[in-house]
């Protein structure tokens, strides 16, 4: 078992242990233990933050480079082995975490580039004789909050930019992930960062979150997690008057139209729904299928989900892995208990046992599951589709935006012209056309509309509008005498 501090100001800080981070594989495996914290030590690593910000945002924007590409090389050699310690602290099948450890190191490497390029305009002024020089500066003090869901991958697009672009963060990782937090950023530091840039503080959201959202110090928070935890985000920062990105979840169609191939369809739907447990926010909860290919559609979609391997993270063959601890494997038994009381036919979704004690729960899928369900309107976060019979596009389409949500949607069609129309009129941040709504490049923008998103987009080099702040400076060059000096 290893044993977490807080780094704060390149020092690492022992508190009273919060509690036990356990393997959902193997609930005799405690991966280690991180410590509780105070507001007190969180306003420590906010006074921290402020105090190196002018000195780290006034950096060579080569400095900043370096370090981010000397950490995209250490994540990459170590992927495998960061791959391992995810699976073990979150339950993502080997392969997943191995590919979220990669992605990480990809979003390094992006980012380090996108610091040698933050550009400017020199423009003419409508005043003659005046020029105009627009600038990007860093936006200072940011808080990160991240979720437990991608460990590795979320803190380092939330991190990676900030650093890119001259600011210090205050981290808060999810309290049940924070050996993956620990690892990135000790390499963060080892790449040359230095001390005070980025500031690790566990502990309770109500704890670290509040403090970071009531401090003058703190000038943006960027926050993924749970619609009413962003609600609540949203809320404060906007009373603070400071910048503010949060990214709070989906309830994500997939559309089938009846000239789809559907064997394709069904490989898309099984990965969107059910890969790393369904428990991220762009899974496809809701599969919309129209009336002409619905049964097909349906037979082959159970057959593939009912031969998905569920088991532990390690093992190679696992397709599914565990869910993520006890409190997430009652709330989706809790969402398969009341689709049946509403009507749905439930297949699959039983807790079975494995060689060692663990949260497995195979995949579920709620026939019959009309738009009005709540299967079908709140979002689960575990392996639990529900499957919506429509009679023909135009009402699959309409069906596909009747949710407050708006990340990611997708459409299975041999269509161009449906495609199209789809791309175009779906609401959502993100359109797939014959591919899952999960699963996204590291150097484009991720986001959504409605209740999915708030604020800035995240990635790519969209990320610079959350990162950094817009200067205009006016010249005036006939005010400046020739022998001027500065």
């Not at 020092?11 to 005799?28: K, Q, T």
């Not at 391997?309 to 009652?330: I, K, N, W």
């Not at 175009?424 to 797939?432: N, S």
Request: glycine share 10%; with cysteine.
């Amino acid at each position: 078992m290893t044993r977490y501090h807080h780094l704060i100001g390149g020092e690492r800080i022992a508190g009273e242990d919060g509690p036990d981070n356990i393997n959902p594989s193997d609930l005799d495996d405690v991966v280690g233990v991180a410590p509780d914290t105070s507001r007190e030590l969180a306003r420590h690593a906010i006074e921290t933050a402020a105090a190196t910000s002018a000195s780290w945002g006034n950096s060579s924007i080569e400095r900043r480079a370096h370090v981010l590409n000397r950490a995209a090389t250490e994540v990459h050699a170590r992927r495998d082995e960061l791959g391992e310690l995810l699976a073990r602290e979150e339950g993502k099948p080997l392969r997943e975490a191995v590919a979220e450890a990669t992605r990480a190191a990809n979003l390094l490497s992006f980012f380090s580039g996108e610091a040698l390029r933050v550009g400017g305009e020199i423009v003419p002024s409508v005043r003659e004789g005046m020029t105009v020089e627009v600038t990007r500066e860093p936006l200072g003090v940011v808080g990160v909050i991240t979720p437990w869901n991608f460990p590795i991958a979320i803190p380092t697009w939330k991190i990676a930019p900030a650093i890119a672009w001259g600011n210090t963060v205050v981290f808060k990782p999810a309290e049940n992930t924070p050996g993956c937090a620990a690892e990135l950023v000790d390499i963060l530091h080892r790449a040359g960062l230095p001390d005070g840039v980025v500031n690790l503080v566990y502990g309770k959201g109500s704890e670290v979150g509040d403090a970071i959202l009531s401090s003058p110090l703190v000038d943006g928070v960027s926050f993924t997690g749970s619609a009413g935890v962003g609600d609540t985000v949203v809320s404060r920062s906007a009373q603070a008057h400071i910048r503010v990105q949060a990214e709070m979840g989906g309830k994500n169609p997939l559309v089938v139209v009846g000239d789809a191939d559907v064997p394709l369809a069904v490989n898309i739907a099984l990965s969107g729904a059910y890969h790393s447990t369904g428990q991220r926010c762009t899974a496809s909860s809701r599969i919309i299928v129209t009336d002409d290919i619905h049964d097909r559609f349906a037979e082959s979609f159970l057959e593939g989900m009912q031969r998905m391997r569920v088991g532990h993270a390690l093992d190679e063959t696992t397709e599914v892995g565990p869910v993520v601890d006890q409190r997430q494997l009652d709330q989706d038994l809790n969402y398969l208990d009341i689709a049946r009381r509403e009507g749905g036919q439930v297949v699959g979704g039983h807790v079975v046992e494995r060689d060692t004690r663990g949260h497995f729960l195979t995949p579920a899928a709620v026939l019959g599951a009309t738009p009005d369900m709540t299967v079908s309107r709140e979002e689960v976060f575990g392996p639990v589709a529900s499957i919506i019979r429509v009679a023909d596009y135009d009402e699959a389409l309409t069906v596909a935006n009747e949710t407050e949500f708006g990340l990611s949607s997708g459409i299975c069609t041999s269509s161009l012209a449906i495609a199209r129309d789809y791309m175009r009129r779906a609401r959502a941040g993100m359109v797939m056309v014959n591919a899952p709504t999960a699963g996204v490049d590291y150097h484009v923008p991720f986001g959504g509309t409605k209740r999915s998103s708030y604020g800035p987009r995240e990635q790519g080099a969209y990320a610079r509008d959350f990162y950094s702040t817009v200067k205009t400076a006016y010249v005036n060059p006939g005010g400046i005498p020739s022998s001027g000096r500065f």
